[in-house]
């Protein structure tokens, strides 16, 4: 696939694949450090979006510096690479603490979160029976309505008496997220959300320092919230991750500009049908995804924005109206015409939500349009899939 002079350029890929511009990279990643920097807090990156080492050393000052994963296989795969301050944040399942415990045992921590107190119960009995540590949250419900303990609920305290009360656990304090903030349409919207969410985290802590319990975590987390909340006292952690590369619904709700997108989709124009006046190109359902969040904002986008192999915004907008699974259906507007998309054109996809592309993909080709039109890939970055 290399280019005559030896250097591997976009349009000597397959397509599709998926295509990370590091300068982009970059600059999201000191916007948020600069935003945690501000608020007196530190950043823990969420690595369930990029599952790669190479993206969260840019991430990490350092290799102490702690990250939280939504899987125990991305879990382990950056505890391979070095890693060894973590969060699982998925309410654990007690089928899963014996693969905790062998992923602590060359010394990582991996701290694991419930909202359940029978569940907390059977955290302790394990840690008995594995002869090992658990470090343990509890999940705070902020408002999402999806997952946590309201923190003035009195299963909170139940919850933190049996986690505080066992021999082999760490009660590692309390951690929420505003997911919710992805219903905002303003900044000021999002600063409302972000104080309800510190507030109500800071509130659990409070309540379980009361009985005698210390939160040695106070931990929140959405990219919105994290990087538009105006103070966060008493908060100890930021958690976000969406942030690092950013996507089409992110950027309607304010969270970036779309020019500051540094995950697309390389795809080949695949077939014209002039009579119906669009054309198709190889990536579909698969490759792109099928979440259609833009259908709820101002613009929406379809499957995807359509830019240059440059990574160019075309105008007038284009975007994938229709997915198959190995298809992408691209309608033609006024002032387009087939002419300007032969077959074999190499197009990308600009996503709507990046966490859902990039699942299907097991490495990043790298691109830095500081340096040239963009298109010589100067690294390919593995990443981890599976649970």
Same mark, same amino acid.
């Given at each position: 696939? %290399?280019?005559?002079?030896?250097?591997?350029?976009?349009?000597?890929?397959?397509?599709?694949?998926?295509?990370?511009?590091?300068?982009?990279?970059?600059?999201?990643?000191?916007?948020?450090?600069?935003?945690?920097?501000?608020?007196?807090?530190?950043?823990?990156?969420?690595?369930?979006?990029?599952?790669?080492?190479?993206?969260?050393?840019? %991430?990490?000052?350092?290799?102490?510096?702690?990250?939280?994963?939504?899987?125990?296989?991305?879990?382990?795969?950056?505890?391979?690479?070095?890693?060894?301050?973590?969060?699982?944040?998925?309410?654990?399942?007690?089928?899963?603490?014996?693969?905790?415990?062998?992923?602590?045992?060359?010394?990582?921590?991996?701290?694991?979160?419930?909202?359940?107190?029978?569940?907390?119960?059977?955290?302790? %009995? +394990?840690?008995?029976?594995?002869?090992?540590?658990?470090?343990?949250?509890?999940?705070?419900?902020?408002?999402?309505?999806?997952?946590?303990?309201?923190?003035?609920?009195?299963?909170?305290?139940?919850?933190?008496?049996?986690?505080?009360?066992?021999?082999?656990?760490?009660?590692?304090?309390?951690?929420? *997220?505003?997911?919710?903030?992805?219903?905002?349409?303003?900044?000021?919207?999002?600063?409302?959300?972000?104080?309800?969410?510190?507030?109500?985290?800071?509130?659990? %802590?409070?309540?379980?320092?009361?009985?005698?319990?210390?939160?040695?975590?106070?931990?929140?987390?959405?990219?919105?919230?994290?990087?538009?909340?105006?103070?966060?006292?008493?908060?100890?952690?930021?958690?976000?991750?969406?942030?690092?590369?950013?996507?089409?619904?992110?950027?309607?709700?304010?969270?970036?500009?779309?020019?500051?997108?540094?995950?697309?989709?390389?795809?080949?124009?695949?077939?014209?049908?002039?009579?119906?006046? *669009?054309?198709?190109?190889?990536?579909?359902?698969?490759?792109?995804?099928?979440?259609?969040?833009?259908?709820?904002?101002?613009?929406?986008?379809?499957?995807?924005?359509?830019?240059?192999?440059?990574?160019?915004?075309?105008?007038?907008?284009?975007?994938?109206?229709?997915?198959?699974?190995? *298809?992408?259906?691209?309608?033609?507007?006024?002032?387009?015409?087939?002419?300007?998309?032969?077959?074999?054109?190499?197009?990308?996809?600009?996503?709507? *939500?990046?966490?859902?592309?990039?699942?299907?993909?097991?490495?990043?080709?790298?691109?830095?349009?500081?340096?040239?039109?963009?298109?010589?890939?100067? +690294?390919?970055?593995?990443?981890?899939?599976?649970?």
């Amino acid at each position: 696939m %290399a280019a005559e002079n030896g250097s591997m350029k976009l349009s000597d890929l397959p397509t599709p694949c998926l295509v990370l511009d590091r300068s982009k990279l970059i600059a999201n990643l000191q916007r948020m450090q600069e935003a945690c920097a501000r608020n007196k807090v530190r950043l823990r990156p969420h690595l369930k979006t990029a599952k790669s080492i190479d993206v969260a050393r840019l %991430a990490l000052e350092n290799d102490e510096q702690g990250i939280a994963v939504s899987t125990l296989q991305e879990a382990e795969y950056f505890i391979e690479n070095g890693l060894r301050d973590l969060q699982y944040a998925v309410c654990i399942t007690p089928d899963k603490l014996e693969r905790v415990a062998r992923l602590q045992s060359g010394g990582a921590k991996l701290a694991i979160i419930t909202d359940n107190a029978g569940v907390a119960k059977e955290i302790a %009995a +394990a840690a008995d029976r594995l002869a090992t540590t658990f470090y343990v949250q509890i999940e705070v419900d902020c408002g999402e309505l999806r997952t946590g303990v309201l923190p003035t609920s009195s299963d909170l305290l139940d919850i933190g008496r049996v986690l505080n009360d066992a021999k082999n656990i760490e009660f590692d304090g309390v951690m929420t *997220h505003a997911g919710h903030s992805y219903n905002c349409r303003s900044r000021s919207e999002v600063e409302v959300v972000a104080e309800t969410e510190r507030q109500a985290v800071v509130l659990a %802590a409070e309540r379980l320092a009361e009985i005698g319990i210390s939160s040695p975590t106070v931990s929140i987390g959405s990219t919105p919230t994290a990087l538009y909340a105006d103070g966060l006292a008493s908060v100890t952690e930021v958690r976000a991750g969406v942030y690092m590369f950013g996507d089409m619904f992110q950027a309607q709700i304010g969270s970036c500009e779309p020019t500051d997108l540094a995950v697309s989709v390389l795809t080949d124009v695949s077939s014209h049908r002039p009579d119906l006046g *669009h054309f198709t190109v190889d990536a579909g359902a698969l490759a792109l995804s099928k979440d259609r969040s833009t259908e709820r904002v101002a613009n929406d986008i379809g499957f995807g924005l359509v830019a240059s192999e440059e990574g160019q915004i075309l105008e007038p907008q284009l975007t994938v109206d229709r997915v198959y699974q190995e *298809h992408g259906l691209i309608t033609l507007r006024p002032g387009q015409e087939l002419e300007n998309f032969p077959i074999q054109t190499k197009l990308r996809i600009l996503p709507n *939500h990046v966490c859902m592309t990039a699942a299907m993909y097991d490495r990043y080709y790298v691109v830095d349009s500081s340096e040239g039109d963009g298109t010589t890939v100067i +690294a390919e970055w593995n990443r981890v899939n599976g649970w």
